[in-house]
């Protein structure tokens, strides 16, 4: 029985970890190596900066522009998405990836609730 309450006791941090994630969809914008944010209807998320912060899961991300992508510069652009994923609120920041799953361009184009790629 002990036992039992250890290892439940033990598997409370993962299961409120899975708790805070989150679906967050929008644009997927990749402008400049190294650079990746996730604009959706509540914020610009911060996925990673180049020669700095990178959100843990980012190789979930792949290749954008093998899916329905936008080029802007050269090898780079934006695209539609959906990410699971956590956030930090106050730094406006994806702490950690999930999963990933890339949409069609129309799909965001045709989202009210989402602002226009400049």
């Known amino acids: 029985m002990k036992k039992l309450i250890v290892l439940s006791l033990a598997a409370l941090p993962l299961l409120a970890t899975t708790a ?12 400049t190596p190294g650079n990746y944010w996730l604009t959706d209807r ?6 990673s900066a180049q020669g700095g ?33 956590m ?11 999930h999963s990933f799953k890339q949409l ?4 965001c184009e045709n989202d009210k609730n989402l602002p226009a790629v400049e």
């Open 87 to 97: 956030t930090d609120p106050n730094e406006k920041q994806i702490t950690m990836i």
């Open 53 to 85: 912060y990178e959100a843990p899961g980012m190789e979930m991300i792949g290749d954008i522009s093998a899916g329905d992508y936008v080029a802007t510069n050269g090898n780079y652009g934006y695209g539609c998405a959906c990410m699971d994923v």
């Open 42 to 47: 509540d914020a610009s998320w911060v996925i």
């Open 104 to 107: 069609a361009i129309s799909k």
């Open 20 to 31: 805070q994630a989150e679906m967050r969809c929008g644009w997927i914008e990749n402008p």
